[in-house]
């Protein structure tokens, strides 16, 4: 992973230079303001992931698996999480964010209503294992 964080900061220095020859070429402060938010956002996301595989190596006693170059594929085997095989909850979730969009287009009443749908089904996906049939 350490390979991704290089990777960023690599497009926040790339988004760097861009911005300074967009600057002096055009003076244009809106664009040198969409690419100033693209070099922090690159930064930001590169800091994150050095700071993760950092720690993530001092729990592991040692480099990741993916970054070891002596390692094998087998060795990343495992379990990766739980994923709900049979949950409409991500549907409706969708649906509703998709009503909020909508909402900003056609009218507020709709924006009101598909925030409250999202705030719903949000706590239905949350909540899912936790009361009917599939609680555990």
Request: net charge negative.
């Amino acid at each position: 992973m350490r390979v991704q964080a290089f990777m960023f900061y690599g497009c926040a220095v790339f988004f760097l230079a861009t911005d300074i020859v967009y600057w002096l070429w055009s003076g244009d402060w809106t664009g040198t303001t969409a690419l100033a938010l693209a070099i922090g956002l690159a930064g930001l996301i590169g800091f994150y992931i050095h700071f993760t595989v950092r720690r993530l190596e001092r729990a592991n006693n040692g480099p990741l698996y993916e970054d070891d170059p002596e390692g094998d594929i087998a060795d990343a085997a495992g379990e990766l999480g739980f994923f709900s095989p049979h949950s409409w909850w991500p549907l409706y979730l969708a649906m509703s964010a998709a009503c909020v969009a909508l909402g900003v287009v056609f009218g507020w009443w709709l924006v009101i209503l598909g925030a409250s749908a999202c705030i719903m089904t949000t706590i239905g996906l949350v909540f899912e294992y936790y009361r009917g049939h599939f609680a555990h």
